[in-house]
């Protein structure tokens, strides 16, 4: 939040009960009236109401996925408050998230961690054309949630034409962003480039175009090949 913040986005920070105290639904109530009450109060926030975006870190994450998948779904909205404000977010921050509440069946009473209710609260089974624009941050190291799962999450969102993007931190574990500084700041760029092509300043990028070999790599100037081929 703090080095988002230094770019320019308001942050709020946001609880959600854990499954000691509610078990699911409670949780993506919980988010959703946390997104309404944003939205309620956006004036006095000084925020634009129509650029909220939600973001999570592990299983915050799969919540955070979840919002984004279940914008317009009455059934997740819950009595959380501000009742008749929208809880649609307009884009999504996943870090290193959990895709699916498989790994989360302790949100469940006993014996309701059955196959279908696990997949009526995992990101995974609302993955259409209608999800909010998504970046993904995860480790290439994660040992608790896979990273494989977020850039098979990316892979099904861009095959469907939803604007997404995923930043993978080269050898970093779950977490990573608990003391890994210079990885926040890889992260915080990521995000904040995102974001703002996708809403402060949307355009898109220049096309390479045919013959175009005008880069620079680490080697030196880039350029046509010495035969004249295209590099």
Not at 43 to 60: F, H, M, Q, T
Not at 71 to 96: L, M, Q, R, T
Not at 170 to 188: L, P, R, S, T, Y
Not at 210 to 218: L, M, Q, T, Y
Request: charged share 15%; net charge neutral; aromatic share 8%.
């Amino acid at each position: 939040a703090k080095a988002l913040g230094a770019r320019g986005n308001t942050n709020i920070s946001a609880n959600y009960r854990l499954q000691q105290e509610g078990l699911w639904p409670a949780q993506i109530h919980d988010t959703k009236a946390a997104i309404r009450w944003t939205r309620a109060n956006a004036e006095k926030l000084g925020v634009d109401p129509n650029r909220i975006v939600v973001a999570g870190y592990s299983a915050g994450g799969m919540l955070s996925l979840m919002a984004a998948a279940t914008n317009g779904k009455k059934e997740f909205e819950g009595d959380g408050g501000n009742a008749g404000v929208s809880s649609d977010v307009n884009a999504c921050i996943g870090v290193y998230p959990l895709a699916s509440a498989q790994i989360a069946t302790g949100l469940f009473a006993q014996g309701q961690a059955t196959p279908e209710n696990i997949a009526a609260a995992s990101p995974t089974s609302y993955i259409t054309k209608t999800f909010a624009p998504t970046i993904f941050i995860h480790g290439t190291n994660d040992g608790t949630v896979p990273g494989q799962s977020s850039i098979d999450f990316y892979t099904k969102l861009h095959a469907l034409g939803v604007p997404s993007a995923l930043t993978l931190i080269q050898g970093a574990d779950h977490a990573f962003d608990n003391a890994a500084f210079d990885a926040i700041e890889v992260m915080a760029q990521s995000i904040d480039l995102f974001l703002d092509r996708l809403m402060v300043n949307p355009k898109p990028y220049p096309a390479f175009g045919a013959g175009g070999g005008g880069g620079r790599g680490r080697g030196g100037r880039g350029g046509p090949p010495p035969d004249g081929g295209r590099g």
